[in-house]
């Protein structure tokens, strides 16, 4: 199977897989609320041997690079088995996930002894009083000793996620350079993006990662070329900082044009973009692996609709509720 490629001749070596969209935090730009399923109907998530299969399809078309998504990931019971299948394909060399981290410190050493590669941790503060009134969780000090016990099962780098947003983090990069200057830690601020629940709370905090990239350059931090399977993320170092700095920065003019990643989500949709306007249904393919062909096709011939770039510039925020509906 050649690799799946759009009509703008973008190659696309990445998988963002949401394994559920349910999460026990209550981050106030995502699910403010908590996680309520949608109009009362029961979900069904893809099952291990539904997982196994559509990873399989896209290792086959050339995808060396997964993700594992939420909602929180490890809130599934059978999540190291999920690991496991993932890294059945020879071919994936990169396994990563992304979490809130609150089982971090139960779990993580049994998480990279069943095949995962890289963790990236969501923390948006570094005080606990600001943490928790961002996540509607007290647990802090359960997330950083989490960061700690990934160093200690081995992780050489652990990635840290933090939406930026005006008045709550945006002016804090010293706090956070302080931070990462002992640490092997590439600290992302993300961009907070608007969502069809969040366009409030957009305009009130949304504020350009340009802000921090300026600061980043007058302190001497310099751009690192970016790879082949990498995320959106520009990634800065310094050579007084074990850490780096990554900025995502999705309103930028041309964040779209390196595309190289998909997205399936927790219930078996295609999303050729975390803000288009549908999903192409997979999973009627994903019963045998028989259909592994077919699936492929479908996944190869959906790719003619995708865009050239999204349309959040002018406040279209598609069929994403919340981020934790595709997995972010």
């Not at 302190?219 to 990554?246: C, K, N, T």
Request: aromatic fraction near 10%; glycine fraction near 8%.
């Amino acid at each position: 199977m050649a690799q799946f490629e759009d009509t703008w001749q973008r190659q696309f070596y990445y998988l963002r897989l949401s394994v559920t969209d349910v999460c026990n935090f209550r981050c106030t730009y995502c699910l403010p609320d908590g996680y309520r399923p949608g109009h009362g109907n029961h979900k069904s998530f893809l099952t291990l041997d539904e997982i196994r299969r559509v990873t399989r399809a896209f290792a086959m078309a050339g995808t060396d690079k997964v993700r594992l998504t939420g909602g929180e990931p490890s809130l599934r019971r059978d999540f190291i088995d999920i690991i496991a299948a993932v890294r059945e394909n020879e071919s994936i060399r990169q396994l990563a996930m992304t979490t809130n981290g609150y089982r971090m410190a139960r779990d993580v050493a049994a998480w990279r002894k069943a095949g995962l590669t890289s963790i990236n941790v969501s923390l948006d503060s570094l005080d606990a009083r600001q943490f928790y009134a961002i996540t509607g969780q007290d647990k802090f000090h359960q997330v950083m000793a989490g960061i700690d016990a990934a160093f200690d099962a081995g992780f050489e780098k652990v990635k840290v996620n933090t939406v930026l947003m005006r008045d709550m983090n945006h002016h804090q990069l010293k706090t956070f350079l302080d931070w990462i200057r002992p640490r092997p830690i590439q600290l992302r601020f993300i961009e907070l993006m608007e969502t069809g629940d969040g366009g409030d709370l957009f305009r009130r905090h949304h504020v350009s990662g340009d802000v921090i990239r300026r600061q980043l350059i007058e302190m001497g931090w310099q751009l690192q070329p970016r790879g082949r399977s990498d995320g959106p993320a520009q990634v800065f170092s310094h050579p007084d900082y074990a850490g780096e700095i990554g900025l995502i920065m999705p309103y930028d003019t041309h964040f779209c044009a390196n595309c190289n990643r998909l997205r399936v989500s927790a219930e078996g949709n295609l999303h050729l973009c975390l803000f288009g306007d549908h999903g192409v249904p997979l999973r009627d393919l994903l019963a045998s692996d028989d259909q592994l062909p077919e699936l492929q096709a479908r996944i190869a011939s959906s790719l003619g609709q995708k865009k050239q770039t999204h349309f959040l510039h002018q406040g279209k925020t598609g069929i994403t509720q919340n981020l934790s509906f595709i997995g972010g």
